[in-house]
């Protein structure tokens, strides 16, 4: 699926994440890129990367945002899950207000979601055996069940949070050339009370490696160049 981009910038947060992608994906046209935690870190180094490129006359066919993140057990998506965002959503970029919470939307200040093409949805998706869904990105992590129920209850097809994909797309959508984007996520954990003991991450990590294999060639997942865009 990724060898149908000539070049293609992946965006995670942690070195840990990128070195998982990489160790699959690692290949001609594709770069791959540890932007920083959260939404803003992760906008800035998208904006960064895709001006460098743009500027050497390179410039990227596709974004991908991705990393490990919370799944929403509620809704089917369990540890070891492999996410493709069907609407990457700014979660708890707004107000609150006596009515409930009011999105940047709902304020007439902007977007507060992102929509990745569908064609390429349920490519990524038929490639990598994940299941679809919303992506939140917030900027603080859930950890309540409280929470969790507040974001399921304004947003009830919620598959994954997670801290960096709408600022990954928001640089893509502001750039001049506009190259579709992706989020692509594999569950350590899920969504609610904050339990660390519970969390799976080398799990998860490996389950990264293992969806960017089924990316670059989904015939053989664990041939690191076979398929790689050239």
């Given at each position: 699926m990724l060898g149908a981009f000539a070049r293609v910038l992946v965006v995670a947060a942690v070195p840990a994440e990128r070195?998982?992608?990489?160790?699959?994906?690692?290949?001609?046209?594709?770069?791959?890129?540890a932007g920083g935690v959260g939404?803003?870190?992760?906008?800035?180094?998208?904006?960064?990367?895709?001006?460098?490129?743009?500027?050497?006359?390179?410039?990227?066919?596709?974004?991908?945002?991705?990393?490990?993140?919370?799944?929403?057990?509620?809704?089917?998506?369990?540890v070891g899950d492999t996410v493709i965002a069907e609407r990457i959503v700014a979660a708890d970029l707004g107000a609150e207000t006596?009515?409930?919470?009011?999105?940047?939307?709902?304020?007439?200040?902007?977007?507060?979601?992102?929509?990745?093409?569908?064609?390429?949805?349920?490519?990524?998706?038929?490639?990598?055996?994940?299941?679809?869904?919303?992506?939140?990105?917030?900027?603080?992590?859930?950890?309540?069940?409280?929470?969790?129920?507040?974001?399921?209850?304004?947003?009830?097809g919620a598959a994954a949070e997670a801290m960096e994909g709408f600022g990954v797309a928001q640089a893509a959508a502001a750039h001049g050339r506009g190259a579709p984007v992706l989020e692509i996520r594999t569950v350590s954990n899920a969504v609610g009370p904050r339990d660390r003991a519970a969390w799976r991450v080398p799990e998860a990590l490996a389950a990264l490696t293992t969806a960017f294999g089924r990316l670059v060639s989904p015939r053989r997942a664990e041939d690191r160049t076979e398929g790689c865009p050239s």
């Open positions: 070195d998982a992608v990489a160790a699959a994906a690692e290949c001609p046209g594709v770069e791959i890129v939404p803003a870190a992760a906008a800035a180094s998208t904006a960064a990367a895709l001006v460098t490129a743009a500027h050497e006359g390179r410039p990227y066919d596709l974004v991908v945002a991705t990393g490990i993140s919370g799944g929403f057990a509620e809704n089917g998506v369990l006596p009515t409930g919470f009011a999105s940047v939307a709902d304020l007439g200040f902007g977007t507060a979601e992102h929509l990745p093409p569908a064609g390429l949805v349920r490519s990524a998706q038929e490639a990598t055996g994940g299941k679809r869904g919303a992506v939140l990105s917030v900027s603080t992590t859930t950890g309540t069940r409280q929470r969790a129920a507040d974001l399921l209850a304004r947003h009830p």
